[in-house]
């Protein structure tokens, strides 16, 4: 499966189930615990939808896409 569309996938998840976690991912997408880390960690860093904890759990702040980039 191409990456762009699991990280699709796992966004949809994510908004789906109000929630963010390595375990979700794994048992939804059947994925290894690395891979969903990987794609939890890049939309933390990539948008506001979640947020790392320090804890290394992530928060979900439910942003969508369109207030990650507000028009100039």
């Known amino acids: 499966m191409h990456a762009d569309s ?3 996938r796992v966004v949809d ?5 109000r929630a963010a976690s390595v ?3 794994q048992r939804h997408l059947e994925l290894d615990a690395i891979e969903a880390e990987s794609l ?3 939309m933390a860093d990539e948008t506001r939808i979640v947020r790392r904890l320090r804890s290394g759990l992530y928060f979900y702040t439910g942003n969508l896409h369109g ?3 507000p028009a100039d």
């Not at 998840?13 to 189930?17: A, D, E, G, N, W």
């Open 23 to 25: 375990v979700l991912v």
């Open 13 to 17: 998840l994510v908004h789906t189930y």
């Open 6 to 8: 699991i990280y699709a």
């Open 40 to 42: 939890l960690r890049r």
């Open 67 to 69: 207030e990650d980039h």
